[in-house]
C-alpha cells in the first residue's frame, strides 16, 4: 500500500504543478486584456486549453491509483477525501499529501478569484465595445451595408431606433 500512496503523492505533485501552470497563464492573461493584447491573449488561452487538456487526461491515473486505495481502506463514499486518506497513510507519505493539499488549495483559491476578476473585466470590455459599435451604428446610418452575424452576408433594413425617449 506504501507505494500506492507514493504514487498518489508524485501524481498529485504533477497536477499542482499542472494547476501552477494555470495560474500563471490566468495571470498572462489579465495582463494581456488589461493591455488590450488580443494576440497575447488567444496565445495564453491556447496555451490554456492545451494544460486543462493534460489535467483531464492525467485525471484518469489519479484515479485508478486513488481507486486501490480506497479499495484497501474500505472506505465508504462520504469517507474517501485527501484529509481522510492523510489520516490513513503512512507518516512519510502523510506529510506530503498535506503539504501538498494546503499548496493546492491555495492556488485554487487564487486562480478561482482571478478567472471571476478576469470574466468580470472582459464583461465590461464587451460591454464597452457593444456601446461604442451602437454610437457608430447610429452616426453612419443604414446604408444597406451590414452584415449577418456570421460577415458574410449584407442584410438589409435591420436597423432600429437610435433613440428612444420617455415616451417610446
Given at each position: 500500500?506504501?507505494?500506492?500512496?507514493?504514487?498518489?503523492?508524485?501524481?498529485?505533485?504533477?497536477?499542482?504543478?499542472?494547476?501552477?501552470?494555470?495560474?500563471?497563464?490566468?495571470?498572462?492573461?489579465?495582463?494581456?486584456?488589461?493591455?488590450?493584447?488580443?494576440?497575447?491573449?488567444?496565445?495564453?488561452?491556447?496555451?490554456?486549453?492545451?494544460?486543462?487538456?493534460?489535467?483531464?487526461?492525467?485525471?484518469?491515473?489519479?484515479?485508478?491509483?486513488?481507486?486501490?486505495?480506497?479499495?484497501?481502506?474500505?472506505?465508504?463514499?462520504?469517507?474517501?477525501?485527501?484529509?481522510?486518506?492523510?489520516?490513513?497513510?503512512?507518516?512519510?507519505?502523510?506529510k506530503r499529501?498535506?503539504?501538498?493539499?494546503?499548496?493546492?488549495?491555495?492556488?485554487?483559491?487564487?486562480?478561482?478569484?482571478?478567472?471571476?476578476?478576469?470574466?468580470?473585466?472582459?464583461?465590461?470590455s464587451l460591454?464597452?465595445?457593444?456601446?461604442?459599435?451602437?454610437?457608430?451604428?447610429?452616426?453612419l446610418g443604414?446604408?444597406?451595408?451590414?452584415?449577418?452575424?456570421?460577415?458574410?452576408?449584407?442584410?438589409?433594413?435591420?436597423?432600429?431606433?437610435?433613440?428612444?425617449?420617455?415616451?417610446?
Amino acid at each position: 500500500m506504501e507505494h500506492e500512496f507514493t504514487s498518489l503523492c508524485d501524481l498529485l505533485d504533477d497536477e499542482l504543478i499542472r494547476q501552477e501552470t494555470l495560474l500563471s497563464l490566468l495571470q498572462s492573461q489579465r495582463k494581456a486584456v488589461l493591455e488590450r493584447d488580443t494576440a497575447f491573449l488567444d496565445a495564453k488561452t491556447a496555451a490554456l486549453r492545451l494544460v486543462m487538456a493534460e489535467t483531464v487526461n492525467a485525471e484518469k491515473a489519479r484515479h485508478a491509483v486513488l481507486r486501490k486505495i480506497v479499495d484497501h481502506l474500505a472506505l465508504p463514499p462520504e469517507e474517501q477525501t485527501l484529509s481522510n486518506l492523510i489520516q490513513h497513510a503512512p507518516e512519510s507519505q502523510a506529510k506530503r499529501l498535506e503539504e501538498c493539499q494546503q499548496r493546492m488549495n491555495a492556488v485554487m483559491a487564487e486562480s478561482k478569484a482571478l478567472v471571476q476578476d478576469n470574466a468580470r473585466t472582459l464583461r465590461v470590455s464587451l460591454r464597452v465595445v457593444n456601446r461604442s459599435l451602437g454610437v457608430l451604428s447610429g452616426v453612419l446610418g443604414n446604408d444597406g451595408a451590414e452584415y449577418d452575424d456570421s460577415g458574410r452576408g449584407a442584410l438589409r433594413g435591420r436597423q432600429g431606433p437610435t433613440f428612444i425617449d420617455q415616451r417610446g
